[in-house]
């Protein structure tokens, strides 16, 4: 018998809150949707990512980046990078970013999350039109020519296996909502086409100049 399987609880019931994301979205004046920013080491995904989030203060939303490093610390401390350990992870972020979705944030992910079929979990986990996929798209050579930490150079000399780019594949998006040239636009730039594409999408209102 699998023993997680039979450790699995049996007995718990979906409660439902009275108040509502619906409820919360209308105190906050704007829709809640996770953006899910993806891309290679140090594509600019951490920087994207809290730019955003801080224009998206400034406007008066509610937002919370879960960035990959900082999640690593605590609620996936326990994870490695095997393919089996990164499924696990962005599992975990997806049912987390679900959480934030359903109370009424806007929740910003940037996470490698390098293979498609775990950014489609994630996706299927929540109602169509409520997961936004960011690929911060930048070659393999600009991602390395930033690393101010030296890990594609460790990962290329053998200290760190299951390097994303390096002995690991990353599996570009296909069709994703945004595709975002953070090798040769500014932050700034970047940011701007974020926050466009949220106000097309009816998420957001367009602010008042």
Same mark, same amino acid.
């Given at each position: 018998m699998d023993k997680k399987a039979d450790n699995k609880a049996?007995?718990?019931?979906?409660?439902?809150?009275?108040? #509502?994301?619906?409820?919360?979205?209308? !105190?906050?004046?704007?829709?809640? /949707?996770?953006?899910?920013? #993806?891309?290679?080491?140090?594509?600019? !995904?951490?920087?994207?990512?809290? /730019?955003?989030?801080?224009s998206l203060f400034q406007m008066g939303c509610n937002t919370f980046v879960l960035d990959g490093d900082n999640v690593r610390h605590g609620l996936c401390s326990n994870l490695g990078f095997t393919a089996e350990d990164r499924t696990e992870n962005i599992r975990r972020i997806g049912e987390l970013a679900k959480l934030f979705l359903e109370a009424g944030v806007i929740p910003l992910t940037a996470f490698i999350s390098p293979y498609i079929k775990d950014r489609e979990l994630a996706r299927n986990l929540v109602p169509h039109g409520d997961f936004i996929e960011i690929y911060c798209d930048s070659p393999l050579e600009v991602c390395e020519e930033r690393d101010v930490k030296g890990l594609y150079k460790k990962a290329r000399s053998?200290?760190?296996?299951?390097?994303?780019?390096?002995?690991?594949?990353?599996?570009?998006?296909?069709?994703p909502e945004a595709r975002i040239d953070t090798a040769n636009q500014s932050v700034e730039k970047c940011a701007e086409d974020v926050i466009d594409l949220l106000i097309s999408r009816g998420i957001i209102d367009k602010p008042v100049k």
């Open positions: 049996t007995n718990v019931v979906w409660h439902h809150a009275t108040v #509502t994301r619906e409820r919360r979205e209308k !105190k906050n004046k704007h829709r809640s /949707a996770i953006l899910w920013f #993806t891309g290679l080491p140090c594509s600019g !995904k951490s920087t994207l990512s809290h /730019a955003v989030e801080e053998g200290e760190i296996k299951h390097y994303t780019g390096v002995s690991d594949p990353y599996e570009a998006p296909v069709s």
